[in-house]
């Protein structure tokens, strides 16, 4: 077989492994999108205008999709998936091929003795192989491998605490848009109350049982109501637009959102003792999690550093062929040859002195498994405390739905009972405005409640970092 030949061969088996997209298969450690493995039941990522009404899921998948620190920490995933390929091939052999085609043109001219001239011109070709494989390099490899595998394990655990903030954050945007539609549909009620009250007292002024004084009260109390119904509507354009902006759209898209409703409020919600839910969180939260796998990742990081320091021991071997030509001497014509070569060995590598580079690259891995250590007992005290404030803001909130539901009940018995009171003339339009407006602070009060015990609800399943499908759904 030719040289030319076997060169072709050999660059067509190299370019074949290089084209292998994943041979150790670490794209499947990778979720398909941010959105992950926990929540990749959710509709998937998607363009065009939201849907109507807009529900929470449809939002919460939205605001992942855009949510750039969750994509951050995906891409994180990819990258060290590769890394941990990277960490794989170091147990394989390294292959290297290299070609040389040329054209050569070698002209000698001898003062005064023409016969040892010489004008000759070839075409030359060079093909070399290389051989090498690591066989045992006490234990650096191994420990690179260690550290490979804690950092994927470290960037997927980062990105399921990253996704579990990212619903919470877009939940309270999404609860605070609804609260803000409700808040105009309250202060829609409480205006056309003030207009019957108005109505009313306009009545009986003009039945002369009543001074001026009254219409210009009751009056007042309508326009305070119209006041507070545009106030509430700018601000609920705002909470739309913060919504629209989560979920990566222009902070003018309309949307429909669904009307507030006591549906599910009466559920219990990630039930336990606090002591018990604090202990889980701090040792299954991702983000401890993933400060763990750090922690691991820089402590194999380290035995990888003094691994460095270590013999090593490598199979080599080289196999070259070329078509140079041969001359015996000055003046003796070139003749057409063809010649190789090859070796196969093992090659000892001893580190004798490196300035002591090694001894201070080994303290330096072992402070970073010190701030390791710091970083994640400082994530265990973060994640607990989280849970605490959330677990007391959520019961807070539990009592207050009760609270809110029967404030609404009586402060309406009490409106409707001063409607009668002051239709009949025995009630005053003091009386009437004042369980108006007691009316009105209740609905809103309500309003308040309900919004705030479902994101709050949500808010503890992120602080345990337990958030999944089915809490989305209530």
């Known amino acids: 077989m030719s040289v030319k030949r076997g060169a072709g061969l050999l660059l067509a088996l190299v370019a074949s492994v290089a084209s292998a997209r994943d041979p150790f298969n670490t794209r499947s450690q990778v979720p398909d999108d941010a959105r992950g ?8 990522c998607v363009q065009g205008p939201p849907g109507s009404p807009l529900t929470l899921r449809e939002a919460l998948s939205r605001a992942l999709c855009a949510n750039v620190e969750a994509r951050n920490a995906w891409a994180v995933i990819e990258e060290r998936a590769a890394g941990l390929g990277q960490s ?3 147990y394989l052999p390294t292959l290297t091929a290299t070609g040389q085609w040329l054209r050569e043109n070698n002209t000698s001219n001898v003062r005064d003795h023409a016969e040892l001239s010489s004008n000759y011109s070839s075409s030359v070709n060079a093909d070399t192989v290389s051989l090498e494989w690591m066989l045992y390099d006490f234990g650096e490899r191994g420990a690179a491998l260690d550290s490979a595998k804690a950092l994927l394990r470290a960037a997927q655990a980062t990105h399921e605490a990253v996704v579990q903030q990212a619903i919470a954050d877009a939940a309270k945007a999404y609860f605070s848009a609804v609260a803000a539609h409700a808040r105009v549909q309250a202060d829609s009620e409480v205006l056309d109350n003030a207009a019957h009250s108005l109505d009313a007292a306009q009545e009986r002024v003009g039945r002369g049982v009543a001074p001026v004084t009254e219409a210009y009260q009751a009056e007042v109390a309508r326009e305070q109501a119209r006041v507070s119904l545009e106030r509430d509507r700018g601000q609920a354009l705002a909470a739309q637009g913060v919504l629209a902006d989560a979920m990566g759209l222009d902070p003018a898209t309309p949307l429909i959102l669904k009307s507030l409703d006591d549906a599910g409020t009466s559920e219990g919600a990630f039930q336990g003792a606090l002591t018990s839910l604090m202990h889980q969180a701090t040792t299954e939260h991702p983000a401890v999690l993933a400060a763990e796998r750090a922690l691991d990742a820089a402590r194999a990081a380290a035995e990888k550093t ?11 071997g080289q196999y070259s062929r070329n078509n140079q030509p041969v001359q ?3 003046g003796f014509p070139h003749y057409p040859a063809s010649g190789h070569d090859g070796y196969v060995g093992v090659q000892v590598v001893i580190p004798v002195f490196s300035g002591y580079a090694n001894t201070y690259q080994t303290r330096q891995a072992e402070a970073q498994v010190d701030e390791q250590a710091v970083a994640l007992d400082k994530t265990r005290r973060q994640v607990a405390l989280q849970v605490w404030t959330s677990y007391q803001t959520l019961q807070s909130d539990s009592e207050n739905l009760a609270v809110s539901a ?12 001063a409607q009668r009171r002051y239709q009949l003339g025995i009630g005053t339009i003091l009386e009437l405005l004042s369980t108006q407006t007691s ?3 209740a609905q809103q009060g309500r309003v308040e409640a309900l919004t705030t015990w479902r994101f709050d ?3 503890l399943g992120s602080a345990l970092g337990q958030l999944g499908p089915s809490d989305l759904a209530k």
């Open 37 to 44: 493995a926990t929540f990749d039941t959710l509709p998937a």
């Open 88 to 90: 794989k091939a170091a």
């Open 306 to 316: 003094k691994a460095q320091g270590r013999p090593s021991i490598k199979f080599v």
């Open 328 to 330: 015996q001497g000055q």
């Open 406 to 417: 029967h404030l609404v009940t009586v402060a309406d018995q009490a409106w409707q009972s």
């Open 439 to 441: 009316l009105a602070q």
């Open 457 to 459: 609800r949500l808010a």
